[in-house]
């Protein structure tokens, strides 16, 4: 068990709908990261948060967005869905000491389908 | 723009044979080095790291990864796979003390036959 819990495991939902994605990070972990993960582009970076504010923007559409609230849990908002935001999307998180001394830690993902 | 180039997208190979996972990158500066492990429904663990000094690193199972820094290279190897090894496998690149840059290789998918 990696400690970081994503929620829904599964998500099932029509082109044009709206979903939020949630994750808990390890306990202690400041860093929230997004990456998209489908079988033709791999594993895609999208967003990341540390401490409640973004600090890094990946490949991440304009209908995507993300934050992170105070007790440190964030939300990725996917919105106007398309067929081909089918994906895994996981979360992963690490410490505020860097990822040379605490690597990511990764989610068990949500796997979205969109209909 | 960095990146990370897995040249084997899909390895199969019988149990007790060895195994070497290429993995090159593309950054001029230093850099910290990750493989990670994705096992069939679960998500990705790490399997080893290097961030400095001796660059032969031991990881969990066996696995041991050797960085040339010459050929920008962090080649992942186990000298007798087990059918339990079947899984993708990740190679990933951190430019040093850019905690927001983590690149990740598309991955090699690894079957080992019984």
């Known amino acids: 068990d990696s400690g970081v819990t994503q929620t829904p495991k599964h998500l099932i939902t029509a082109t044009g709908q709206r979903v939020t994605l949630r994750c808990s990070p390890r306990s202690g972990d400041l860093s929230v990261y997004w990456y998209q993960q489908s079988l033709d582009q791999g594993l895609q970076f999208l967003i990341q948060?540390?401490?409640?504010?973004?600090?890094a923007k990946g490949n991440i559409l304009e209908r995507f967005s993300a934050q992170q609230f105070p007790d440190l849990h964030s939300e990725l908002n996917l919105s106007s869905l398309e067929l081909g935001d089918s994906a895994l999307y996981f979360c992963?998180?690490?410490?505020?000491?860097?990822?040379?001394?605490?690597?990511?830690?990764f989610g068990n993902g949500t796997r979205l389908t969109v209909t | 723009a960095q990146s990370v180039s897995q040249h084997n997208h899909h390895v199969i190979l019988s149990e007790a044979a060895s195994l070497e996972l290429g993995c090159n990158y593309s950054y001029g500066g230093t850099v910290n080095l990750f493989w990670y492990v994705q096992y069939p429904g679960q998500h990705l663990q790490l399997l080893l790291k290097y961030f400095s000094g001796d660059p032969l690193v031991k990881g969990i199972k066996g696995f041991e990864a050797e960085f040339i820094k010459s050929k920008f290279s962090f080649n992942l190897r186990k000298p007798s796979v087990q059918w339990s090894d079947t899984a993708e496998y990740f190679c990933?690149?951190?430019?040093?003390?850019?905690?927001?840059?983590?690149?990740f290789g598309k991955g090699t998918r690894l079957h080992i036959l019984p």
């Open positions: 948060y540390y401490n409640g504010e973004e600090r």
């Open positions: 992963a998180s690490s410490s505020a000491t860097g990822l040379n001394r605490s690597p990511l830690h």
């Open positions: 990933a690149v951190n430019p040093t003390g850019r905690d927001d840059k983590i690149i």
